[in-house]
């Protein structure tokens, strides 16, 4: 309302102001009035649903129903008013144009508040493209370390970065696998994918570091069809132990070719395809004793894992796991912030150190944000293959179990 110093305003112009105001306010709760007469909160989930990488998608999918059915028979968002979280589900199949076209129409088209996914990161990193323009949060587990390197304000990687899971995977080798020997020549193995160049990059830097020769560094396309000559070259190169990276399908071959031509030196994985129940079941006896490093695993928080295990019949691998802490950190900003606002959502979650539920299943027993979006609490570990379940047996303060050679 606009008057002269000096002046009383009319009780016409009074009304006016009044009017306007009570306009404005009412314009300003529209969304909110929306929201509370649904009772539901839209989340996107966006995974490889379909194709090669279909199982660690309904992995990660059955992780995040579980918790978001816990959240939602608990009484939902309280602070909303006991919103029920409603997931937006959908196939980015192993497409990253697919997958940031999806991303696009879950934000639009479907108004969620916040993105999770995409297991691979190479799709993690365009649906970020998206998010980032649109503003909207997107909650991850893949490793690439480009996801929290780019200077975005909406990203959170729950995991560590895929250099530091490359640097522990050599670290954690050598204190654990190499037995008496010292470990002179190491080989490493991985697919050109975000995934596997920033692992092998940690590998690569760690190796050097130790002062150790590297006499096997070798990409190949993701879904190589014949690891012949690539198994020939590790053959031939005297190496002690051998890190491969890869998903399900090729670590498959790379551990059979190798185990049929009776190659018997340590491996240690590069977590995704050999820390899956798919692995064992594939493979048999061939996987019994084979190491992997992992961002967290299921051994070490069983009383929340183990519900997983009950629902769907097999361990909680560490996508469906990751994925569960991202559904119950985001539900726990959604309730702190008291609001669906995703700026809001944005900032609870950069600025809240998170103790509690899923959280704590994390093998740094919490979860928290740094200002790039990287969880700087996690801690990768190594796994082991024993009687077709995985034992975490490094770091000493982590283990449940002891390496056997």
Same mark, same amino acid.
């Given at each position: 309302?606009? $008057?002269?110093? &000096?002046?009383?305003?009319?009780?016409?112009?009074?009304?006016?102001?009044?009017?306007?105001?009570? %306009?404005?306010?009412?314009? %300003?709760?529209?969304?909110?009035?929306?929201?509370?007469?649904?009772?539901?909160?839209?989340?996107?989930?966006?995974?490889?649903?379909?194709?090669?990488?279909?199982?660690?998608? =309904? #992995?990660?999918?059955?992780?995040?129903?579980?918790?978001?059915?816990? =959240?939602?028979?608990?009484?939902?968002?309280?602070? +909303?008013?006991?919103?029920?979280?409603?997931?937006?589900?959908?196939?980015?199949?192993?497409?990253?144009?697919?997958?940031?076209?999806?991303?696009?129409?879950?934000?639009?088209?479907?108004?969620?508040?916040?993105?999770?996914?995409?297991?691979?990161?190479?799709? $993690? *990193?365009?649906?970020?493209?998206?998010?980032?323009?649109?503003?909207?949060?997107?909650?991850? +587990?893949?490793?690439?370390?480009?996801?929290?390197?780019?200077?975005?304000?909406?990203?959170?990687?729950?995991?560590?970065?895929?250099?530091?899971?490359?640097?522990?995977?050599?670290?954690?080798?050598?204190?654990?696998?190499?037995?008496?020997?010292?470990?002179?020549? =190491? @080989?490493? +193995?991985?697919?050109?994918?975000?995934?596997? $160049?920033?692992?092998?990059?940690?590998?690569?830097?760690?190796?050097?570091?130790?002062?150790?020769?590297?006499?096997?560094?070798?990409?190949?396309?993701?879904? =190589?069809?014949?690891? $012949?000559?690539? /198994? #020939?070259?590790?053959?031939?190169?005297?190496?002690? /132990?051998?890190?491969?990276?890869?998903?399900? #399908?090729?670590?498959?071959?790379?551990?059979?070719? +190798?185990?049929?031509?009776?190659?018997?030196?340590?491996?240690?994985?590069?977590?995704?395809?050999?820390?899956?129940?798919?692995?064992?079941? @594939?493979?048999?006896?061939?996987?019994?004793?084979?190491?992997?490093?992992?961002?967290?695993?299921?051994?070490?928080?069983?009383?929340?894992?183990?519900?997983?295990?009950?629902?769907?019949?097999?361990?909680?691998?560490?996508?469906?796991?990751?994925?569960?802490?991202?559904?119950?950190?985001?539900?726990?900003?959604?309730?702190?912030?008291?609001?669906?606002?995703?700026?809001?959502?944005?900032?609870?979650?950069? #600025?809240?150190?998170?103790?509690?539920?899923?959280?704590?299943?994390?093998?740094?027993?919490?979860?928290?944000?740094?200002?790039?979006?990287?969880?700087?609490?996690?801690?990768?570990? *190594?796994?082991?293959?024993?009687?077709?379940?995985?034992?975490?047996?490094?770091?000493?303060?982590?283990?449940? &179990?002891?390496?056997?050679?």
């Amino acid at each position: 309302m606009n $008057t002269k110093p &000096g002046t009383k305003a009319t009780p016409s112009a009074r009304r006016t102001f009044l009017t306007q105001a009570a %306009a404005a306010s009412l314009a %300003a709760a529209l969304p909110a009035m929306a929201w509370s007469k649904n009772k539901e909160i839209s989340v996107g989930v966006i995974l490889p649903l379909s194709g090669a990488n279909a199982q660690f998608g =309904i #992995n990660s999918r059955q992780g995040i129903e579980l918790v978001t059915d816990e =959240i939602n028979a608990a009484g939902g968002i309280k602070s +909303m008013g006991g919103a029920k979280i409603k997931l937006i589900v959908a196939d980015s199949t192993s497409a990253p144009t697919t997958a940031a076209t999806v991303a696009q129409r879950l934000i639009t088209q479907n108004d969620c508040v916040a993105i999770l996914g995409a297991f691979a990161s190479s799709l $993690t *990193l365009a649906i970020s493209e998206v998010t980032e323009r649109r503003g909207i949060p997107f909650l991850t +587990m893949s490793f690439s370390d480009q996801i929290t390197e780019r200077g975005f304000k909406n990203i959170f990687q729950i995991v560590s970065k895929g250099s530091l899971i490359g640097k522990c995977q050599f670290d954690y080798a050598v204190a654990t696998a190499s037995g008496d020997k010292k470990i002179q020549k =190491i @080989a490493i +193995m991985y697919e050109d994918t975000a995934y596997g $160049t920033s692992q092998a990059g940690g590998l690569r830097a760690a190796a050097k570091a130790a002062n150790v020769e590297i006499v096997l560094d070798e990409a190949y396309p993701l879904g =190589i069809s014949d690891v $012949t000559p690539l /198994i #020939n070259k590790l053959r031939a190169s005297e190496a002690q /132990i051998v890190f491969p990276v890869s998903y399900l #399908n090729d670590s498959l071959l790379i551990i059979r070719t +190798m185990r049929q031509q009776k190659i018997n030196m340590p491996i240690v994985g590069g977590a995704a395809g050999y820390v899956i129940p798919d692995f064992e079941k @594939a493979l048999g006896e061939y996987a019994e004793g084979i190491l992997s490093i992992a961002p967290a695993n299921y051994d070490m928080a069983p009383e929340f894992t183990e519900r997983y295990r009950k629902r769907y019949g097999s361990f909680m691998v560490h996508e469906a796991l990751e994925h569960a802490v991202c559904i119950d950190v985001l539900a726990q900003a959604l309730e702190k912030a008291k609001s669906i606002d995703p700026a809001a959502i944005r900032t609870t979650l950069g #600025n809240t150190h998170f103790t509690q539920g899923w959280a704590q299943a994390m093998s740094g027993g919490s979860v928290q944000f740094d200002k790039s979006g990287l969880n700087t609490l996690a801690e990768p570990v *190594l796994v082991q293959w024993r009687n077709k379940e995985l034992v975490t047996v490094y770091p000493k303060s982590l283990a449940k &179990g002891t390496v056997v050679l």
